[in-house]
Protein backbone atom coordinates (compact mmCIF):
# COMPACT_ATOMS: atom_id res chain seq x y z
CA UNK A 1 0.00 0.00 0.00
CA UNK A 2 1.16 3.14 -0.87
CA UNK A 3 1.98 6.27 1.29
CA UNK A 4 -1.66 7.63 -0.95
CA UNK A 5 -3.43 4.63 -0.19
CA UNK A 6 -2.64 4.11 3.32
CA UNK A 7 -4.62 6.56 5.51
CA UNK A 8 -2.25 6.09 8.55
CA UNK A 9 0.22 7.81 6.25
CA UNK A 10 -1.85 10.45 4.70
CA UNK A 11 -0.72 12.57 6.37
CA UNK A 12 2.87 12.56 6.10
CA UNK A 13 1.79 12.76 2.19
CA UNK A 14 -0.48 16.19 3.04
CA UNK A 15 2.93 17.57 5.17
CA UNK A 16 4.77 16.68 2.09
CA UNK A 17 2.78 18.35 -0.30
CA UNK A 18 1.94 21.19 2.30
CA UNK A 19 5.92 21.81 2.42
CA UNK A 20 6.23 22.05 -1.51
CA UNK A 21 3.29 24.88 -0.77
CA UNK A 22 5.56 26.66 1.45
CA UNK A 23 3.91 25.92 4.40
CA UNK A 24 5.16 25.50 7.98
CA UNK A 25 5.25 21.84 9.33
CA UNK A 26 3.57 22.37 12.96
CA UNK A 27 0.33 24.36 10.93
CA UNK A 28 0.16 22.03 8.21
CA UNK A 29 -0.64 19.37 10.55
CA UNK A 30 -2.65 20.60 13.05
CA UNK A 31 -5.63 18.58 13.56
CA UNK A 32 -9.17 20.77 13.10
CA UNK A 33 -11.68 19.63 15.75
CA UNK A 34 -14.36 18.22 13.38
CA UNK A 35 -17.97 18.44 14.83
CA UNK A 36 -19.43 19.78 11.33
CA UNK A 37 -17.81 19.41 8.08
CA UNK A 38 -15.92 22.21 6.95
CA UNK A 39 -16.36 23.67 3.28
CA UNK A 40 -13.41 25.38 1.70
CA UNK A 41 -14.95 27.80 -0.86
CA UNK A 42 -12.69 29.07 -3.28
CA UNK A 43 -13.86 32.41 -5.58
CA UNK A 44 -11.91 31.89 -8.14
CA UNK A 45 -9.45 35.06 -9.61
CA UNK A 46 -9.00 37.90 -7.58
CA UNK A 47 -6.46 40.93 -7.45
CA UNK A 48 -4.15 41.36 -10.64
CA UNK A 49 -6.01 38.58 -11.98
CA UNK A 50 -9.54 39.33 -13.30
CA UNK A 51 -10.77 36.27 -14.62
CA UNK A 52 -13.00 36.35 -17.67
CA UNK A 53 -14.94 40.05 -18.50
CA UNK A 54 -18.38 40.20 -19.41
CA UNK A 55 -19.38 42.82 -22.51
CA UNK A 56 -20.46 45.28 -19.63
CA UNK A 57 -16.71 45.01 -18.29
CA UNK A 58 -17.65 43.34 -15.03
CA UNK A 59 -14.75 41.17 -13.77
CA UNK A 60 -15.52 37.16 -13.63
CA UNK A 61 -13.41 37.62 -10.17
CA UNK A 62 -16.34 40.02 -8.54
CA UNK A 63 -19.06 37.86 -9.35
CA UNK A 64 -16.86 34.49 -8.41
CA UNK A 65 -16.83 36.66 -4.97
CA UNK A 66 -20.00 37.42 -4.12
CA UNK A 67 -21.44 33.81 -5.17
CA UNK A 68 -18.82 32.74 -2.66
CA UNK A 69 -19.93 34.99 0.03
CA UNK A 70 -23.69 34.48 -0.71
CA UNK A 71 -23.20 30.68 -0.30
CA UNK A 72 -21.00 31.02 2.70
CA UNK A 73 -24.31 33.01 4.36
CA UNK A 74 -26.64 29.78 3.00
CA UNK A 75 -24.69 27.69 4.42
CA UNK A 76 -23.88 28.96 8.27
CA UNK A 77 -27.65 29.53 8.00
CA UNK A 78 -28.45 25.94 8.29
CA UNK A 79 -26.13 25.45 11.52
CA UNK A 80 -24.89 22.51 9.75
CA UNK A 81 -20.97 23.36 8.78
CA UNK A 82 -17.97 25.87 9.27
CA UNK A 83 -16.96 27.54 5.94
CA UNK A 84 -13.75 28.88 5.47
CA UNK A 85 -13.30 30.99 2.21
CA UNK A 86 -9.68 31.13 0.59
CA UNK A 87 -10.64 35.02 0.24
CA UNK A 88 -13.13 37.44 0.90
CA UNK A 89 -11.80 40.14 -0.64
CA UNK A 90 -10.04 41.54 -3.87
CA UNK A 91 -6.88 39.94 -3.19
CA UNK A 92 -4.47 37.67 -5.76
CA UNK A 93 -4.46 34.31 -4.24
CA UNK A 94 -2.33 31.62 -6.21
CA UNK A 95 -3.02 28.27 -7.45
CA UNK A 96 -1.31 26.30 -5.16
CA UNK A 97 -2.10 29.08 -2.29
CA UNK A 98 -5.67 28.06 -1.86
CA UNK A 99 -4.57 24.14 -2.40
CA UNK A 100 -2.38 25.06 0.53
CA UNK A 101 -4.76 26.71 2.87
CA UNK A 102 -7.38 23.98 1.70
CA UNK A 103 -4.77 21.38 3.06
CA UNK A 104 -3.77 23.37 6.32
CA UNK A 105 -7.77 24.35 6.94
CA UNK A 106 -8.09 20.47 7.05
CA UNK A 107 -10.99 20.90 5.19
CA UNK A 108 -13.90 18.51 4.15
CA UNK A 109 -14.44 19.77 0.64
CA UNK A 110 -13.25 21.89 -1.36
CA UNK A 111 -15.60 24.10 -4.12
CA UNK A 112 -14.08 26.41 -6.66
CA UNK A 113 -16.08 28.62 -8.13
CA UNK A 114 -16.17 30.66 -11.78
CA UNK A 115 -17.64 31.70 -14.11
CA UNK A 116 -17.04 30.38 -18.04
CA UNK A 117 -16.41 32.76 -21.30
CA UNK A 118 -16.41 30.26 -24.58
CA UNK A 119 -16.14 31.19 -28.35
CA UNK A 120 -19.47 30.37 -29.05
CA UNK A 121 -21.41 32.83 -27.59
CA UNK A 122 -24.65 30.16 -28.26
CA UNK A 123 -23.37 27.99 -25.33
CA UNK A 124 -25.02 28.71 -22.05
CA UNK A 125 -25.37 27.19 -19.13
CA UNK A 126 -23.17 25.68 -15.78
CA UNK A 127 -20.60 22.86 -16.05
CA UNK A 128 -19.14 20.62 -13.09
CA UNK A 129 -15.63 19.60 -13.47
CA UNK A 130 -13.86 16.87 -11.19
CA UNK A 131 -10.40 16.28 -11.35
CA UNK A 132 -8.44 13.68 -13.81
CA UNK A 133 -5.17 13.72 -15.46
CA UNK A 134 -6.54 13.26 -19.17
CA UNK A 135 -9.24 15.83 -19.98
CA UNK A 136 -12.72 14.51 -21.05
CA UNK A 137 -13.00 16.08 -23.95
CA UNK A 138 -11.86 19.20 -25.89
CA UNK A 139 -13.91 21.73 -24.22
CA UNK A 140 -12.56 20.51 -20.64
CA UNK A 141 -9.32 20.73 -21.48
CA UNK A 142 -9.52 24.01 -22.71
CA UNK A 143 -11.45 25.42 -19.38
CA UNK A 144 -8.81 23.98 -17.52
CA UNK A 145 -6.07 25.95 -19.50
CA UNK A 146 -7.48 28.89 -18.75
CA UNK A 147 -8.38 28.20 -15.31
CA UNK A 148 -4.50 27.12 -14.74
CA UNK A 149 -2.93 30.01 -16.92
CA UNK A 150 -4.35 32.72 -13.67
CA UNK A 151 -0.92 31.55 -11.88
CA UNK A 152 1.57 33.58 -14.11
CA UNK A 153 4.34 33.73 -11.36
CA UNK A 154 5.12 29.84 -12.10
CA UNK A 155 4.88 29.14 -8.29
CA UNK A 156 6.21 25.74 -7.21
CA UNK A 157 2.85 23.34 -7.52
CA UNK A 158 1.05 24.74 -10.40
CA UNK A 159 3.73 26.48 -12.55
CA UNK A 160 4.97 22.13 -13.02
CA UNK A 161 5.53 20.83 -15.95
CA UNK A 162 2.59 18.80 -17.54
CA UNK A 163 4.44 15.16 -16.80
CA UNK A 164 4.04 16.19 -13.02
CA UNK A 165 0.98 17.71 -13.43
CA UNK A 166 -0.46 14.95 -14.03
CA UNK A 167 1.63 12.36 -11.82
CA UNK A 168 0.36 15.14 -9.03
CA UNK A 169 -3.53 14.34 -10.50
CA UNK A 170 -3.03 10.71 -10.23
CA UNK A 171 -2.01 10.90 -6.57
CA UNK A 172 -5.58 11.45 -5.74
CA UNK A 173 -7.09 8.90 -4.06
CA UNK A 174 -9.77 6.27 -4.69
CA UNK A 175 -12.07 7.74 -2.29
CA UNK A 176 -11.19 11.19 -2.86
CA UNK A 177 -12.21 10.58 -6.78
CA UNK A 178 -15.52 8.84 -5.81
CA UNK A 179 -16.11 12.22 -3.39
CA UNK A 180 -15.47 14.33 -5.46
CA UNK A 181 -17.71 12.62 -8.20
CA UNK A 182 -20.64 12.62 -6.23
CA UNK A 183 -20.23 16.19 -4.81
CA UNK A 184 -20.18 16.99 -8.97
CA UNK A 185 -23.23 14.69 -8.95
CA UNK A 186 -25.08 16.49 -6.19
CA UNK A 187 -24.83 19.76 -8.24
CA UNK A 188 -26.01 18.31 -11.35
CA UNK A 189 -28.68 16.71 -9.96
CA UNK A 190 -29.96 19.83 -7.52
CA UNK A 191 -29.35 22.34 -10.52
CA UNK A 192 -31.86 19.84 -12.54
CA UNK A 193 -34.52 21.84 -14.06
CA UNK A 194 -33.65 25.04 -12.04
CA UNK A 195 -30.28 26.20 -13.49
CA UNK A 196 -29.45 25.92 -17.03
CA UNK A 197 -26.85 23.68 -17.44
CA UNK A 198 -23.96 22.92 -20.67
CA UNK A 199 -25.13 19.14 -22.14
CA UNK A 200 -22.80 16.82 -20.69
CA UNK A 201 -22.11 19.17 -17.48
CA UNK A 202 -20.03 16.82 -15.52
CA UNK A 203 -16.52 17.13 -17.49
CA UNK A 204 -12.86 16.40 -15.75
CA UNK A 205 -9.22 17.78 -16.58
CA UNK A 206 -6.42 18.58 -14.74
CA UNK A 207 -7.42 21.74 -12.71
CA UNK A 208 -4.31 22.68 -10.25
CA UNK A 209 -7.10 24.21 -8.07
CA UNK A 210 -8.15 20.69 -7.53
CA UNK A 211 -4.91 18.76 -7.19
CA UNK A 212 -4.89 18.21 -2.90
CA UNK A 213 -5.60 14.35 -3.54
CA UNK A 214 -6.99 13.69 -0.18
CA UNK A 215 -10.18 16.67 -0.47
CA UNK A 216 -13.01 16.11 -2.50
CA UNK A 217 -13.46 18.90 -4.52
CA UNK A 218 -15.07 20.42 -7.73
CA UNK A 219 -15.15 23.58 -9.94
CA UNK A 220 -18.31 24.58 -10.78
CA UNK A 221 -18.65 27.24 -14.07
CA UNK A 222 -22.00 28.95 -13.26
CA UNK A 223 -22.79 30.08 -16.51
CA UNK A 224 -20.66 31.48 -19.30
CA UNK A 225 -20.46 35.24 -19.20
CA UNK A 226 -20.21 34.82 -22.94
CA UNK A 227 -23.95 34.23 -23.16
CA UNK A 228 -25.80 37.45 -23.26
CA UNK A 229 -29.07 34.93 -21.07
CA UNK A 230 -25.78 33.90 -18.84
CA UNK A 231 -24.43 36.84 -17.70
CA UNK A 232 -27.66 38.67 -16.79
CA UNK A 233 -28.13 35.90 -14.75
CA UNK A 234 -25.13 35.94 -12.55
CA UNK A 235 -24.95 39.66 -12.42
CA UNK A 236 -28.23 39.13 -10.62
CA UNK A 237 -27.83 39.01 -6.61
CA UNK A 238 -31.56 37.24 -6.73
CA UNK A 239 -29.93 34.39 -9.18
CA UNK A 240 -26.86 34.38 -6.98
CA UNK A 241 -28.89 33.40 -3.85
CA UNK A 242 -31.07 30.96 -5.81
CA UNK A 243 -27.48 29.20 -6.80
CA UNK A 244 -26.12 29.39 -3.10
CA UNK A 245 -29.52 27.79 -2.08
CA UNK A 246 -29.34 24.77 -4.98
CA UNK A 247 -25.46 24.27 -4.08
CA UNK A 248 -26.58 24.28 0.00
CA UNK A 249 -28.96 21.49 -1.26
CA UNK A 250 -26.42 19.56 -3.19
CA UNK A 251 -23.65 19.70 -0.72
CA UNK A 252 -26.53 18.46 2.07
CA UNK A 253 -26.93 15.54 -0.05
CA UNK A 254 -23.46 14.96 -0.18
CA UNK A 255 -23.18 14.47 3.63
CA UNK A 256 -26.31 12.80 4.16
CA UNK A 257 -25.27 10.46 1.56
CA UNK A 258 -22.23 9.84 0.20
CA UNK A 259 -19.64 11.87 2.62
CA UNK A 260 -22.11 10.66 5.92
CA UNK A 261 -21.38 7.11 4.83
CA UNK A 262 -17.94 7.48 4.30
CA UNK A 263 -16.75 9.77 7.48
CA UNK A 264 -19.27 7.56 9.67
CA UNK A 265 -16.85 4.70 8.68
ZN1 LIG B 1 -12.22 31.32 -13.82
Redesign the pocket.
Known amino acids: MCVICDPSRRGLFRLALGAAAGLAAPSALRAVPAKKPLIMLDP ?2 GGHDP ?2 IASDGVF ?1 KTLTLAAGLDLRHALLRTGRYRVMMTRTRDVYVTLEGRVADTIRAGANLFLSL ?2 DHLPENKLRGASIFTLSNTASDKLAARVAA ?2 NS ?1 DTDHSPIAGVSPRVANILASLETRATKLGSNSLAEDIRTSFQGVVPMLPDPHRSANFAVLRDPSTPAALLEMGCLSNPLDEKRLHSPRHRRELAENLTRAIDSYFANYAGHHMAG
Request: aromatic letters at 0%; charged letters at 30%.
Open positions: GHGAEHCDEA
